[in-house]
């Protein structure tokens, strides 16, 4: 026999308006209701320990930390917590983190309302949902590599402007090592030079605007 009792529902998004409008279409289902607000990560674990929501919609760009590290520190004390991922972005090294943090859903908060009813639904029923469009986009770059920390940071002083003998002097490190990274990104990214790379590393999540 199907339990009456409601989902119960906690909400982490920084942004005050589109948390009040995910709060209203929330209300307007019977089966559903929203227990605790958040508006940060630190906010989300306080939340999720004082009131142990069935679902969690998580934004995964927050102040400060990431909504996937919200979700790592609440599943570390609750391994049972559902966590639905709601985003604007199809990156997919943002989408694989979210998956491998244990996240039930990565949803795109473009969504319709019924098409998220359906998928809380889903997944308070103990399944995991992934949209096609973001499913094709993880398989896209399937088995490609990822980038070492050291080529990352060479990636990161390249998007703020930094040339190659810059960039060796903030890193203490040589031009050649240098060199080596960057053609390295440009190999593993599939990019034709610096600029291509950070445009397709800002798509794929690896690097923020």
């Keep these: 026999m199907q339990s009456s009792d409601p989902i119960r529902i906690m909400l982490v998004e920084d942004h005050p308006l589109f948390r009040q409008g995910l709060n209203i279409i929330i209300a307007s289902q019977p089966d559903m209701q929203v227990v605790a607000q958040a508006g940060s990560s630190l906010e989300a674990v306080e939340e999720f320990r004082r009131h142990k929501p069935d ?8 102040p400060g930390q990431t909504g996937t590290s919200a979700l790592v520190a609440i599943r570390k004390e609750f391994a049972a917590a559902r966590v639905i991922m709601l985003t604007t972005s199809e990156g997919d090294v943002e989408i694989k983190g979210a998956l491998c943090a244990g996240a039930s859903a990565y949803v ?12 809380i639904r889903s997944v308070h029923t103990g399944r995991t949902h992934i949209p096609t469009g973001v499913a094709c986009r993880l398989a896209e770059h399937l088995g490609q590599e990822n980038l070492s920390e050291g080529e990352m940071e060479v990636l990161r ?9 810059q960039i060796a002097e903030q890193l ?4 050649n090592t ?9 190999d593993k990214l599939q990019a034709n030079d610096r600029a291509h790379a950070i445009s397709i590393a800002i798509r794929r999540g690896i690097l923020n605007v």
């Excluded at 795109?108 to 998928?119: A, C, D, N, Q």
């Excluded at 002083?157 to 003998?165: D, E, F, P, T, V």
């Excluded at 203490?172 to 031009?175: G, P, V």
């Design 172 to 175: 203490s490190l040589s031009e």
């Design 157 to 165: 002083l390249i998007q703020s402007g930094n040339r190659n003998k």
């Design 108 to 119: 795109l908060k473009s969504t319709p309302s019924e098409e998220l009813f359906s998928i």
């Design 178 to 186: 240098v060199n080596f990274h960057i053609k390295n990104v440009m």
């Design 55 to 62: 679902i969690t919609l998580m934004d995964q760009r927050l």
